[in-house]
């Protein structure tokens, strides 16, 4: 179903529902994909360009170039399932990840469940970052994320610019960040998490008695 639509409200839509394709163009796309998955698991995201796609696909490069257009977004196409399973858990699953609880705490709880998803992925995310910088926040999971945020953040904060706000709350979630921190610098994911509640701190709503505002009442 989605988040309900309405003041405050942001209509979101689960990754996967693209218009119906065609049986050879379906066929096609999961060629591609099958031959991309093989690639990154037997020899690493480094190898799968376009050319190597196509030659392990048996079919064109034209036709990868013409389904895909780069490999930036060959690689994330790569995790439109576990991005489906995703979206679906913070727009329909239960609280406070999903509807339910108050805005605050379903803003935490998506930030959190946001660590673990970049965390899990952050090889291929890393990847199609590095081909192409600005393949993540042109993708349609960034926009779900950003919509999410955003209307969490004006449920909580109304007087901010809540669309700015969500992109500089996101901006820490770089697969690249992450990486570094969990592989460079030994950061474990609980740590992350703990300072991501130092962020939110100093970004949501106090009350007059001094307690963190709740914001408006759960779903």
Not at 39 to 54: C, D, I, K, S, Y
Not at 94 to 109: F, I, S
Not at 155 to 177: C, I, K, Q, S
Request: glycine share 8%.
């Amino acid at each position: 179903m989605g988040e309900a639509s309405g003041p405050g409200r942001v209509e979101l839509t689960v990754l996967g529902q693209a218009p119906v394709e065609r049986a050879d163009a379906a066929r096609n796309r999961r060629r591609i994909l099958d031959a991309a998955s093989r690639l990154l698991a037997e020899q690493g995201p480094e190898a799968v360009t376009m050319n190597a796609v196509a030659a392990a696909a048996g079919m064109g490069v034209g036709t990868v170039y013409r389904r895909f257009g780069d490999v930036a977004t060959l690689l994330l196409a790569l995790l439109d399932h576990r991005e489906q399973q995703f979206q679906e858990a913070f727009l329909d699953g239960p609280a406070p990840l999903g509807p339910g609880a108050p805005p605050a705490d379903r803003l935490r709880a998506f930030l959190y469940a946001l660590t673990d998803h970049i965390a899990a992925h952050r090889t291929v995310m890393l990847a199609a970052e590095t081909a192409s910088p600005m393949a993540l926040y042109r993708s349609a999971a960034y926009v779900a994320w950003h919509a999410h945020v955003s209307m969490l953040l004006h449920r909580t904060r109304p007087e901010a610019d809540e669309a700015v706000l969500a992109h500089l709350l996101l901006a820490p979630f770089g697969p690249g960040l992450i990486r570094h921190l969990s592989d460079d610098r030994g950061t474990l994911l609980d740590e992350f998490k703990a300072a991501v509640d130092h962020l939110l701190g100093m970004c949501l709503p106090v009350r007059a008695d001094g307690a963190r505002a709740e914001g408006a009442s759960a779903d």
